[in-house]
């Protein structure tokens, strides 16, 4: 096997809730990343898959390296980053770029769009006649045209905006590129433009994309591999049409079941409760109150990830007796 | 689901002719309903499906009258149960909602006010419409949160909206909105702020409600997968016109419009093969600067002459109850109806 182009070991992100004058007494804590653990290889899309609150953007945001983990390490070709001098980690920054959910708030509105594009450049101190031919080659391989350098982010449609974003992320050529859900907040009828877009741009120069996404449709269709994350913690990890086809936790069940329209259900799994707040978490494993399927052990000892099989990763009590068993039936 | 001759003879519950309101502002006027007509039958589900400016909600605010500033219904009839909402008084219209139509939104938080308990404002439309006195409208409150399925009712009457999950509160809000058995209920978005899990949840509570209380519902959503099998009927907007409506299967099947077509085409599937989404060019259009002609002409593959001139297409008629607006339609059946003697 190759080297891994960013492996994540453990990694540990906890919010300390702290009440009184001065912020003094803390009441409680937020375990927004809790043990998580997956390799990305060069080139391929790594999805994570999660409703709002399981920690997905937390997670974003560490490997982005905008916020220090508790505990835990990122790797990238192998270094851990917590070893690195304020000069390597500016290297690892330009390795690790970054498209938003929101292409209206990523970009600053008084600043022109060839500006914005180039900033990262200007800040990792390339002279500007390279920034300007770089700016060139990047706008026309996210379909913009060489003009829209001198206009501003009002003058752009929601689409064309998250064509900008993914032109700043791209403009270092950097080996790995966080798409945190680059789709959602755009019309349906131009998300399909988006996501061709980020293939074409994958098969071009052979990036690697760490997907976060809450819709597994559009998930499935664009990653190689998925890891489903509830409350902080991966449940399951395994190939993208496997996981969706034969799903092995209960949750990646759910949220398949709850993916398919109304009366088109393929099996019938009860989705009970709601997700619970990250400062409440239950007990064991955490799912274990919305889990049909929950025994006592279930509510006591935190299930970890195992290998099920070559192609999977599944942290559940239902699989810890070695008997390769699914969820649902296959569809 | 109901059958098509269980309702033959019987008028529908829901008439729109023609509607148009335009939203008159500094730089001109918006077109935002533009010639809009759908009917809706007791018990049946109408989807209105749209983007982001395509005049669904602006459609649903004609409805229940509640127009922002500057908007105003130009032309058209809304009836509702022999009365044109239309021309309506006031005090008409403000006896029909919360009555005879029932809203919930998309922000339930937004739609609760925070200062009351949840059982004041569930019980509120009770005590002003049919004037049941505060303890007897609790004693229903408690019924009709069992009834969305909010886990023990008698103490929730005491909790603030802040006190509840989003999926929680949008349950809440729904429950406020079916408290006098509205002959109709209008959800827009009620879905787009959950969870993927609890939006599940949700839809499917809106079909057992139904079930129970025979209200039809309008659904009015971004997203054409999740209307799948819940409508009967589907209403397709694009750039304030209607431009597709007829049975949610054969819409779904055999779109008709090119839009329908090239919208579901472009949406992923779970465990499809693709390996790469047809896509629309272009961006909807912005309601105060729309294309001449037809509105998704500069996004269509199929564009003729005649849909980047002159007016928007008409409305064609179809079989099963099916409309269309596309120019295309419209020169296939003029072909058509030429041929046969």
């Not at chain 1, 206009?151 to 449609?157: G, N, Q």
């Not at chain 1, 400062?279 to 990830?305: E, K, V």
């Amino acid at each position: 096997m190759t080297e891994a182009l960013l492996e994540v070991r453990d990694l540990v992100k906890h919010f300390p809730i702290r009440r009184g004058v001065l912020g003094g007494k803390q009441i409680g804590t937020v375990k927004a990343v809790d043990g998580v653990s997956f390799a990305i290889q060069p080139g391929e899309t790594f999805a994570i898959v999660g409703e709002s609150g399981c920690g997905k953007t937390t997670l974003a945001n560490l490997i982005l390296s905008l916020m220090p983990p508790t505990r835990g390490d990122i790797l990238l070709r192998g270094q851990p980053i917590s070893s690195l001098s304020r000069e390597a980690l500016m290297l690892y920054r330009r390795s690790v770029a970054g498209v938003f959910q929101d292409p209206y708030g990523a970009l600053n509105p008084r600043m022109r769009i060839g500006d914005a594009v180039t900033e990262p450049m200007a800040i990792h101190g390339y002279p500007r006649d390279t920034r300007q031919q770089r700016l060139r080659e990047v706008l026309r391989g996210v379909g913009l045209s060489a003009d829209s350098a001198q206009r501003f982010p009002h003058e752009f449609s929601g689409g064309q905006r998250q064509r900008i974003g993914i032109a700043r992320a791209l403009v270092l050529q950097p080996p790995l590129v966080i798409l945190d859900e680059p789709v959602s907040s755009l019309d349906v009828s131009i998300r399909s433009q988006i996501l061709n877009l980020l293939k074409d741009l994958q098969a071009e120069f052979g990036i690697a994309y760490l997907l976060i996404s809450h819709d597994l449709a559009t998930v499935e269709h664009m990653s190689d591999r998925i890891g489903v994350m509830y409350l902080g913690r991966l449940v399951e990890i395994g190939h993208a049409k496997a996981l969706c086809r034969r799903p092995r936790h209960p949750y990646t069940a759910t949220m398949l079941a709850a993916a398919t329209p109304p009366g088109r259900t393929p099996w019938a799994l009860p989705i009970v409760g709601e997700v619970p707040h990250g400062l409440d978490i239950p007990s064991g494993c955490a799912f274990h109150p919305r889990c049909p399927y929950a025994q006592p052990t279930c509510r006591t000892s935190t299930p970890a990830l195992a290998t099920v099989d070559a192609q999977c990763q599944v942290a559940c009590h239902l699989y810890t007796d070695s008997t390769p068993r699914a969820a649902c039936p296959p569809r | 689901m109901l059958s098509e001759a269980r309702f033959a003879n019987d008028a529908p519950l829901l008439d729109v002719r023609d509607l148009r309101t335009y939203i008159f502002t500094r730089r001109g006027v918006v077109k935002a309903v533009d010639g809009v007509s759908f009917q809706v039958r007791a018990g049946e589900t109408l989807g209105l499906v749209g983007e982001s400016g395509s005049g669904k909600t602006m459609t649903c605010l004609s409805i229940l009258r509640l127009l922002p500033r500057g908007a105003r219904i130009v032309s058209g009839e809304i009836w509702l149960q022999g009365t044109n909402l239309v021309t309506a008084s006031e005090s008409t219209v403000e006896r029909v909602r919360g009555k005879q139509i029932g809203m919930v939104l998309q922000n339930a938080l937004a739609a609760l006010d925070p200062v009351f308990t949840i059982g004041t404002q569930v019980a509120e439309p009770l005590v002003l419409h049919h004037h049941l006195s505060w303890r007897a409208a609790l004693r229903r409150v408690v019924e009709l949160l069992r009834m969305v399925k909010v886990v023990a009712p008698e103490l929730r009457l005491h909790s603030y909206p802040h006190e509840l999950s989003g999926g929680m509160r949008q349950r809440v809000a729904s429950a406020a909105a079916i408290g006098c058995a509205p002959a109709l209920l209008i959800a827009d978005e009620p879905t787009t702020a959950l969870d993927v899990t609890t939006q599940r949840q949700y839809l499917d509570l809106l079909l057992e409600l139904q079930q129970a209380t025979g209200m039809a519902i309008i659904f009015v959503t971004h997203d054409i997968s999740l209307v799948g099998n819940m409508c009967d009927q589907l209403a397709v907007f694009y750039g304030g016109l209607l431009v597709e409506y007829g049975p949610r299967q054969q819409v779904l099947s055999q779109p008709s419009h090119p839009y329908t077509a090239a919208l579901l085409q472009s949406i992923p599937q779970l465990g499809e093969a693709r390996d790469r989404l047809p896509s629309i060019a272009g961006e909807p259009p912005d309601l105060a600067r729309l294309p001449a002609g037809c509105p998704f002409q500069p996004r269509c593959d199929a564009a003729l002459d005649v849909c980047r001139t002159g007016e928007p297409p008409p409305v064609l008629k179809l079989a099963q109850g099916r409309a269309v607006r596309c120019w295309l339609r419209e020169r296939e059946h003029d072909r058509g109806a030429a041929g046969s003697p």
